[in-house]
């Protein structure tokens, strides 16, 4: 996943990292995940720089702030949510889904507080996508398991 001065960020299942390739200067570093054990999956990039990390084994959704090298960490609800991939809207709430309850989980990274979205039949969620062009934004994600499209939309 590329930064705004064309850095490479990627994950490291397996040595549970967040790692970055300098563009100008061709050094890695990484930076050792905060949960042991959280299995990091899928990121992607804000418009601030932060990375957001779906830490499957550890439960948990992470933002590393690329400015700073530090990670904060939010703890999903409900056990063995494993979520895969995350991703910021435009109004500061972090969508994941659950590979494993079949749920969607949307958490306002203001107050640290989730909402979960129960589905009405089995998923396996993996990327997952937010449509920023209505007043409010729309999660989108495929359900693996039923060959179909999710399409979740808040009331609030």
Do not use: C
Not at 27 to 51: K, Y
């Amino acid at each position: 996943i590329p930064d705004a001065n064309n850095n490479l960020y990627f994950t490291d299942f397996v040595n549970e990292h967040t790692g970055r390739r300098d563009a100008q200067k061709g050094v890695v570093s990484l930076f050792t995940m905060p949960t042991r054990g959280a299995s990091p999956r899928r990121a992607q990039m804000d418009p601030q720089g932060r990375l957001w990390i779906g830490e499957y084994r550890g439960n948990k959704v992470a933002m590393f702030d690329t400015r700073t090298e530090r990670f904060t960490e939010w703890a999903a609800p409900t056990p063995w949510s494993a979520p895969y991939d995350v991703v910021l809207d435009k109004l500061g709430f972090a969508w994941t889904g659950s590979m494993s309850t079949d749920r969607v989980l949307r958490l306002d990274t203001r107050a640290g507080e989730f909402t979960e979205y129960l589905l009405p039949r089995f998923t396996n969620i993996r990327r997952v996508f937010v449509d920023d062009r209505a007043a409010k934004p729309v999660f989108w994600i495929g359900n693996n398991q039923g060959a179909s499209i999710v399409k979740v939309e808040p009331l609030d």
